[in-house]
């Protein structure tokens, strides 16, 4: 990294108050360092598409389980992104998370502060780009984020910011719920028992991300999120309103379109691996917008902060002669290590697994 740029995202860091300090100081040009080198910009417009991310109702999903593990096969296969409606997370929960992570990020700059930290093995932490100092990500994103680690061990509560606590904690139980359900439909769509993703683990671990889109003066300089695939078994996301999510699929971007009260399920780089690419982790990002904030709450499935020598590979039931494994097997830890050192630089880690 250039040393005018290290300089820059250090100053950046030391006021612990993220891109939402620069917009509350009323900046109007965005600064260098968020901006994209010239001549990566010209794609940023979805391609027009007459395809869109499968939406799943799951009202019936007692009664004609059939029907919706097919719908997820479907699309975990040729998407690995759908949008699930009545999926059972009551609308006043959803709305008492956005408001949860709204009022972090917009609380006493004081009190924020006292949350910052690069620290991973914090059970609680707030900054702003988590590669901010890797050498290798292209320009800083256009947002602020809090993680907060909810399982395998559920948090002691004072740990979490008064702001979000009581949202946080009933939330966070929801998306379990609705994990186990997700868990156990893909493991019907692979063939495999009801129980088989859940018995590996999949969901023994739960980070919660709490993303905070400032509105951007020159939205079309840089990114709210570079391109990227989760390091994730599953990911539950919930999006307001704002838009600007934004799906690799057969080469164009598609829109994922905000739809009240839907969730959006993608799988991540752990699961595409213990299927031997059946199903897959597929790259997305979000645009910066000149309309804020946008909230986001990501609940990602997967124990990788945690030391966890649990060893990972190619699910032995989906493998044969014709479809012999196509990855290492390898940790999360070891796994995750990778992916954070690396930052959202736009390429993938799944394929240093590849044998
Ligand atoms: C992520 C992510 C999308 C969003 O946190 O990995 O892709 O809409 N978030 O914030
Ligand atoms: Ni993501």
Redesign the pocket.
Known sequence: MEIDSYNERKAFDETKAGVKGLVDAHITEVPPIFRLPQGTLSNKKPSVSTSAIPIIDFADVDVSREGIVEKVKDAAEKWGFFQVINHGIPLSVLEEIQGGVRRFHEQDLQVKKSYFTRDLSKTFLYNSNFDLFNSSSLCVNWRDTFVCCMAPDPPNPEVIPLACRDAMIEYSKHVMSLGGLLFELLSEALGLHSEMLKSMDCMKGLNM?G?YYPPCPQPDLTF??SK?S?SSFI?I?L?DQIG??QVLHQDSWVDVSPIPGALVINIGDFLQLVTNDKFISVE?R?LANIAGPRI?V?GFFSTNMLPNSTVYGPIKELLSEENPPKYKDFTLEEYTKGYFDKGLDGTSHLSKFKM
């Open positions: 991300v993303h709210g999120t990227h989760d990911t996301l999006q600007g999510l997305h979000v986001s990501a």
